[in-house]
């Protein structure tokens, strides 16, 4: 190594908190190497929801070739690796032990440090990854099944929670209604894919903005007025059955318009609030087609920088979990091999 060299810090990320299992590494906190993601789609799609026991065993079956197929992407040996990082919370307990455990044994096998890694701040700092220049201080937003939250971010480490859901993520508001109009799972891309053909402006569902300043959210009385527009309010209309093709296009685009809008002027307002010029966005809603169009417009309009994760970075997946691993690695926040899995928040 040559005088002024600094060596680089490669990193094997683990994910395993709901039904993705992904590993990847990552150099320096910013380049992606490798990133592989092992969808459990197919196996959870007649139950239109993830089955938590069904999750974990998949989890089990594939941890090991994940691991294997991330590092021969990235042409790297298991004793090329500095340290092996793993999210220990919050998802599913029976997932998290799959993959946090792996990450253990991989760490105390090779004698390299654990990073324990928390699924909402790998998600904040998913938006990061391959971004060129400066990313904090700045306002997070993560948008995805589980969370709907907005923080302050001043570095990658520190979070401070300043709105989130009172009820359902915009996420799970997407699936549910999915379900309502009898789409395929996964719901969310299928209404976005189904929108597009739809007229936003069909319906006028309800949007639901709280108490004034508020960065709060709420979704579930929009899906309930979903609901009650398909099947009535006495539920008299048993499923959608009775809607056309175009009809269900114009409630989900409608849908979508409402709660897209709520998303974006709440993020808006965050910056505005704490005068906040930079916005992370991350979360599998992240990769909604509409909501990255109106955001993108809205930040132009504001002058606020965007900083939005890649479509493929949205969903869960170990990049983002070696990526922000980095900072830990350099701040030397190693974990205990005796620390275990939170699933709760």
């Not at 505005?272 to 992370?280: A, G, N, S």
């Amino acid at each position: 190594m040559m005088k002024g060299d600094t060596k680089r810090v490669y990193i094997l990320g683990i994910e395993s908190s709901c039904d993705e299992t992904s590993a990847a590494v990552v150099v320096d906190g910013r380049e992606v190497l490798s990133c592989v993601v092992a969808s459990q789609d197919e196996l959870h799609a007649k139950f239109k929801g993830v089955v938590p026991e069904i999750a974990s065993r998949a989890h089990l079956e594939k941890i090991n070739i994940i691991v294997g197929q991330a590092l021969e992407q990235a042409k790297l040996s298991f004793d090329q690796i500095d340290a092996v990082a793993a999210v220990n919370t919050p998802g599913l307990v029976g997932s998290l032990l799959i993959g946090f455990t792996a990450g253990k044994t991989l760490a105390w096998a090779l004698g390299k440090p654990l990073l324990a890694i928390h699924h909402v701040q790998a998600h904040a700092y998913g938006a990061v990854l391959g971004y060129p220049g400066d990313a904090f201080p700045a306002i997070a937003f993560l948008v995805s099944g589980g969370h709907t939250s907005l923080y302050i971010c001043n570095n990658p480490l520190q979070m401070q929670s300043i709105g989130s859901t009172q009820d359902d993520a915009a996420g799970e508001a997407f699936d549910k209604v999915a379900c309502i109009l009898d789409l395929p799972f996964p719901g969310g891309p299928m209404i976005d894919k189904i929108a597009r053909e739809g007229n936003p402006q069909a319906v006028r569902f309800p949007r639901t903005w709280l108490a004034k300043e508020s960065l709060d959210f709420s979704f579930s009385g929009l899906k309930t007025a979903v609901l009650y527009h398909i099947r009535g309010t006495d539920l008299s209309r048993p499923d959608s059955s009775h809607l056309s093709a175009q009809e269900k296009s114009n409630i989900a685009a409608s849908f979508q318009a409402a709660v897209v809008e709520v998303l974006v002027e709440k993020a808006i307002h965050a910056c505005r609030q704490f005068e906040m010029k930079r916005l992370l966005v991350g979360g599998g809603v992240a990769a909604n087609s509409y909501f990255r169009r109106q955001l993108s417009d809205r930040t132009q309009q504001e002058k606020i920088e965007l900083i939005l994760a890649k479509p493929k970075l949205c969903t869960d997946n170990a990049a983002m979990v070696a990526g922000l691993a980095y900072h830990k690695f350099q701040s030397r926040q190693f974990a205990n091999l005796s620390e275990n899995v939170i699933s709760t928040t």
